[in-house]
C-alpha cells in the first residue's frame, strides 16, 4: 500500500500546539495581567487617608466636645489625664488654662471605644498633644487607660517634668492633691499667669503707703478782763 505524505503545514501547526503543552505545564499556568500586578491602591502598605479633623467646641474636665467639618457633634474623653474638679484644689485654675488652650480650635483626633465611653488622643495640627500639655503645665495628673502602652511612657515623663518643677497643681498649697478643698488653692494666681487682683507678683517690692500731710499749726485767743483794757486790747492771739 502506497504511503501517505503528511502536509508540512500539517506537522508544523501540531508541533506547535505540542510545545504550547509543554510550557504551560512547566510554568504553571499564565503570568498575571499587568494591570493587576502594578496597581499599588490595592497594597496593604497604601498610604492612609488624613486624619479626620474637628473643631473643639467645650471642655468639662477631661470630656471634650468635638464636632466635625459637617456639624457633627460627638464627645469624648481626653486620654491618659485627670483634671482636678472645679471645687478642688487647683481646679479652676486647671478648667481656664484647659478652655483657653483648646476651645474653639482646630484639633485631630485618635478614637478608641470603651465601656466607660470615647476615649481620644487629642492633638493639633503641629502635633501638640493635649494631654501632655495639660501635664507638663501641672493642671493634670497622669491616668493609665487604653491608650498607655502607645502614649504613657511619653506622658508619665512630662508629669514628672511638672512634679520636678513644682509646676500648678504640684506646687503649694495642693503640692499634688487635687482632691484638696478649693480653699486651699485660693490664693493661686489665675492660669492666665496674671496675679490676683490686689495682689503683688512675686519678687515686687510694694512701695509703703504715703504719710498723711502735717496737720495744721493751732491758734488759740485769750482775752483779758475789761477792767485791763488800759494794758493793752481786750483780746489777743498767742
Given at each position: 500500500?502506497?504511503?501517505?505524505?503528511?502536509?508540512?503545514?500539517?506537522?508544523?501547526?501540531?508541533?506547535?500546539?505540542?510545545?504550547?503543552?509543554?510550557?504551560?505545564?512547566?510554568?504553571?499556568?499564565?503570568?498575571?495581567?499587568?494591570?493587576?500586578?502594578?496597581?499599588t491602591?490595592?497594597?496593604?502598605?497604601?498610604?492612609?487617608?488624613?486624619?479626620?479633623?474637628?473643631?473643639?467646641?467645650?471642655?468639662a474636665?477631661?470630656?471634650?466636645?468635638?464636632?466635625?467639618?459637617?456639624?457633627?457633634?460627638?464627645?469624648?474623653?481626653?486620654?491618659?489625664?485627670?483634671?482636678?474638679l472645679?471645687?478642688?484644689?487647683?481646679?479652676?485654675?486647671?478648667?481656664?488654662?484647659?478652655?483657653?488652650?483648646?476651645?474653639?480650635?482646630?484639633?485631630?483626633?485618635?478614637?478608641?471605644?470603651?465601656?466607660?465611653?470615647?476615649?481620644?488622643?487629642?492633638?493639633?495640627?503641629?502635633?501638640?498633644?493635649?494631654?501632655?500639655?495639660?501635664l507638663r503645665y501641672?493642671?493634670?495628673?497622669?491616668?493609665?487607660?487604653?491608650?498607655?502602652?502607645?502614649?504613657?511612657?511619653?506622658?508619665?515623663?512630662?508629669?514628672?517634668?511638672?512634679?520636678?518643677?513644682?509646676?500648678?497643681?504640684?506646687?503649694?498649697p495642693c503640692?499634688?492633691?487635687?482632691?484638696?478643698?478649693?480653699?486651699?488653692?485660693?490664693?493661686?494666681?489665675?492660669?492666665?499667669?496674671?496675679?490676683?487682683?490686689?495682689?503683688?507678683?512675686?519678687?515686687?517690692?510694694?512701695?509703703?503707703?504715703?504719710?498723711?500731710?502735717?496737720?495744721?499749726?493751732?491758734?488759740?485767743?485769750?482775752?483779758?478782763?475789761?477792767?485791763?483794757?488800759?494794758?493793752?486790747?481786750?483780746?489777743?492771739?498767742?
Amino acid at each position: 500500500m502506497p504511503k501517505r505524505h503528511v502536509p508540512i503545514w500539517l506537522k508544523i501547526t501540531v508541533g506547535g500546539f505540542a510545545v504550547l503543552f509543554v510550557l504551560s505545564a512547566l510554568l504553571g499556568g499564565s503570568p498575571a495581567p499587568a494591570n493587576v500586578a502594578h496597581d499599588t491602591t490595592m497594597s496593604p502598605t497604601a498610604t492612609s487617608a488624613p486624619p479626620v479633623r474637628y473643631t473643639a467646641t467645650g471642655i468639662a474636665g477631661t470630656t471634650v466636645k468635638l464636632t466635625d467639618t459637617g456639624g457633627k457633634q460627638l464627645t469624648v474623653r481626653a486620654a491618659g489625664i485627670e483634671l482636678p474638679l472645679e471645687d478642688n484644689c487647683y481646679g479652676t485654675e486647671s478648667a481656664q488654662w484647659a478652655s483657653n488652650f483648646l476651645t474653639g480650635k482646630e484639633v485631630t483626633a485618635k478614637m478608641l471605644d470603651t465601656p466607660d465611653g470615647t476615649l481620644a488622643v487629642i492633638a493639633f495640627p503641629d502635633g501638640t498633644n493635649f494631654s501632655m500639655a495639660a501635664l507638663r503645665y501641672g493642671n493634670a495628673k497622669y491616668v493609665a487607660d487604653a491608650f498607655a502602652a502607645t502614649y504613657g511612657p511619653a506622658l508619665q515623663a512630662a508629669e514628672s517634668s511638672a512634679k520636678t518643677e513644682k509646676a500648678g497643681l504640684w506646687g503649694p498649697p495642693c503640692d499634688g492633691q487635687i482632691d484638696a478643698p478649693a480653699q486651699a488653692s485660693s490664693t493661686l494666681p489665675p492660669a492666665s499667669g496674671a496675679p490676683p487682683t490686689g495682689v503683688a507678683p512675686p519678687n515686687t517690692t510694694v512701695a509703703p503707703p504715703p504719710a498723711p500731710p502735717a496737720a495744721p499749726p493751732t491758734t488759740r485767743t485769750t482775752c483779758r478782763p475789761p477792767q485791763d483794757h488800759h494794758r493793752g486790747k481786750p483780746c489777743e492771739n498767742q
